[in-house]
Structures are given as C-alpha cells and as structure tokens.
C-alpha cells in the first residue's frame, strides 16, 4: 500500500460556517477584507508554530525558486476570499496557513524536475502531480498542522470531478482546498511562468467564471468577483504578502 495514501472520505471539511450562511452575508469592501487578511497575518503569541510555517514555505521557495513568493500571494487572496465568504477570525487563521503550505509537498519533488526548462515528460508530469499527496502525508504527520493536511492534499481537485489525486467532486472536496484552488489559479494565471506571459486580474476572473461549475465551486468563484472588481486589489495583494514574507526574512536574517 502507498505509504502515503490517505482514504479520501475519511477526512472531513474544516467545521465552518453552513454555506446558506454565508449566502446572507452582507457583502463588504475591499478595504475590509485587506485588514483581514492583514489581521490573521500577524505574528501569533506562539511564535514556534509561526517558524515552522514559515520555515516550511521558505523550504518550498528554495525548492521552486522560479515560483517563490506564489505561497504567500495564495495566502493572501485564499484569506481574502474566506473573508468575503464570512469565514470568522478563527478560520481564516486556518485557511491561511493552509493556503500558505498546500505546495508542501514540493519539497519532496525532484528539484531537477521541478526546475526543469520545457516541456514534461508524463512521467515527470506525474510526479509533479504527486506533490498534492506528499503534502497531505507531510502535514498529517505534525499534528499542530494536520488541520492543514487536507487543502494540501486536495487542492488540485475540481468540483465536476476530474481532478486529482482522488477525483473527488463537489463539496466532497475539503472547503479550504476549494479556496485555495481559486487563489491558486488566480494567482498562476496572473504571475509569468516560463511557458507564458502573465494576464491581468480581470481576464484571470473571465478565465475562472468560465471554469466555475466544471473545474471550480460557483461558490467561491462568485466570492472572488467583488474583490477583483475593486480598484487597488492586486496591489493589496502583493503588499500584504510582501510584508509578510519580508517579516520573516528578517526574523531569520540574524
Ligand atoms: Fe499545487
């Protein structure tokens, strides 16, 4: 048996907020969801949980330098997203270090796979897919993080079901991993790789709403339109997680 397996149903989504809920949250300004995701940024009391965090991400950045600063752009927007949801203090605290570690399990990819320049063979593409599972595994070992396990595992999953590893569909998948699915694609589509150029925030969201109901939650989707509509968000964006990641580059600078 694959010692990293992990039976998909056996895990439940986070305890949040029933979705009808959050249908009647009044929506609310940009401004309000930056200092949210502002707020649940900040240092915690125990600042051993926040080194591992951050530790593990920058171990992730080492790994795919070409990609580093995508775990923190991810944080930010998921936490944005949670927040126009109407996720309370609590759970955004969790979406963000999920969002943060759900790449994790890039560490355990080889670098000269994950580096390479061109195009992949299917058997280097398949290991690239495996980092899903090597994060779930990774995270559900430490159990200060197993809350994470399942966003890592899951976040390459697509609402209509074919996506992977498990093929899991609908609200079967984890909550947080269909926040971070959105913010992960947001942020892909809006950065450059090496195989194309970045587009903008409005043609990544056209690219989503079409995908929304086949690779991703309508729900979430939906959540993201106000934000990406706001004059300044993606500014915001690469502000807030800039200050976050240069937090801790001078914590550790020493
Ligand atoms: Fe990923």
């Given at each position: 048996m694959d010692r990293?397996?992990?039976e998909p149903r056996s895990e439940q989504p986070a305890p949040i907020a029933a979705r009808s809920a959050w249908m009647t949250v009044e929506p609310r300004d940009l401004a309000h969801h930056v200092s949210m995701a502002a707020a649940v940024s900040a240092p915690e009391a125990n600042s051993g949980f926040d080194?591992?965090?951050?530790?593990?991400?920058?171990?992730?950045?080492?790994?795919?330098?070409?990609?580093?600063?995508?775990?923190?752009?991810?944080?930010?927007?998921?936490?944005?997203?949670?927040?126009?949801?109407?996720m309370d203090q609590r759970e955004l605290r969790d979406l963000r270090v999920a969002a943060l570690l759900h790449d994790v399990g890039k560490i355990l990819v080889p670098t000269e796979i994950l580096r390479k320049d061109g195009p992949l063979s299917v058997l280097e593409a398949a290991a690239v897919r495996r980092h899903g599972i090597y994060?779930?595994?990774?995270?559900?070992?430490?159990?200060?993080?197993?809350?994470?396990?399942?966003a890592a595992r899951w976040h390459h999953e697509r609402w209509d079901g074919i996506g992977y590893p498990d093929g899991l569909a609908g609200n079967a998948i984890p909550l947080?991993?269909?926040?971070?699915?959105?913010?992960?694609?947001?942020?892909?589509?809006?950065s450059v790789r090496p195989y194309r150029e970045a587009i903008s925030m409005q043609e990544a969201f056209m690219?989503?709403?079409?995908?929304?109901?086949?690779?991703?939650?309508?729900?979430?989707?939906?959540?993201?339109?106000?934000?990406?509509?706001?004059p300044g968000f993606e500014a915001e964006v690469a502000e807030v997680a800039g200050t976050v990641r240069a937090r801790f580059s001078l914590s550790t600078a020493a």
């Open positions: 990293h397996a992990i080194h591992l965090v951050d530790e593990l991400v920058a171990q992730v950045d080492a790994t795919d330098p070409r990609q580093a600063g995508h775990s923190h752009r991810v944080s930010v927007l998921a936490t944005m997203l949670g927040s126009s949801l109407g994060g779930g595994s990774i995270l559900r070992r430490i159990p200060a993080l197993a809350f994470a396990a399942p947080l991993a269909r926040i971070v699915a959105v913010a992960d694609a947001l942020d892909a589509m809006t690219e989503l709403e079409e995908q929304s109901g086949a690779q991703f939650d309508p729900l979430v989707v939906s959540a993201l339109g106000p934000l990406v509509g706001a």
